[in-house]
């Protein structure tokens, strides 16, 4: 085992390199990366407020954390859609990542009870159908060790995809 003095000089090491600024080299590189590769910018990337969509003021003050390495907030989602039912995952992929292609956004749909077997969510489930036509629906989008859950449905007033959306991380 490691004496105290050894681990503290590793950490010290540790911290003066995360310390140092990067060579331009470096940078270049990580500006580079595109959002399909993983990484916070990968969920960053994907909408989740249209300009022009109302968002329910019962939709922006959610305070329940979804459960994962991130433990993120969810966070309310309102995207204009004219379609008379919810948007498949093709649809689904061009409606959150516009300048993305289907392999960049893979997208797959649930049923809240595959999403959520426990009912450990069922407050935030029960929000979102409070605000929509019908029952909630999960599409949920991987991009490496992150996934984006959108739990939503059609607004009553129609013209939009209602709902939250909660980041969770995987490694």
Known sequence: MASDAAYTAFLEQANSNSNTQADPG???????????????DAVSTMKSVDDGVVVPEGLKGITTTFISEG????????????GGRLPNATQ???????????????????LV??????GQYADVVGL???YVRGEARVYEIVRGTRRVFYVVGLGREGGAVLGVRALGVES
């Not at 470096?26 to 916070?40: L, M, R």
């Not at 009870?113 to 426990?118: A, F, L, S, V, Y």
Request: with cysteine; charged share 25%; proline share 9%.
């Open 128 to 130: 979102v159908e409070g």
């Open 92 to 110: 689904f992929c061009q409606l959150v990542c516009p300048d993305t292609d289907q392999a960049g956004c893979p997208v797959k749909l649930l």
């Open 71 to 82: 433990d993120e907030k969810f966070e309310p989602v309102a995207l204009k859609w004219s």
């Open 26 to 40: 470096e940078q270049a590189t990580t500006t580079t990366t595109t959002p399909s590769q993983t990484g916070t």
């Open 113 to 118: 009870d595959q999403w959520d077997p426990k």
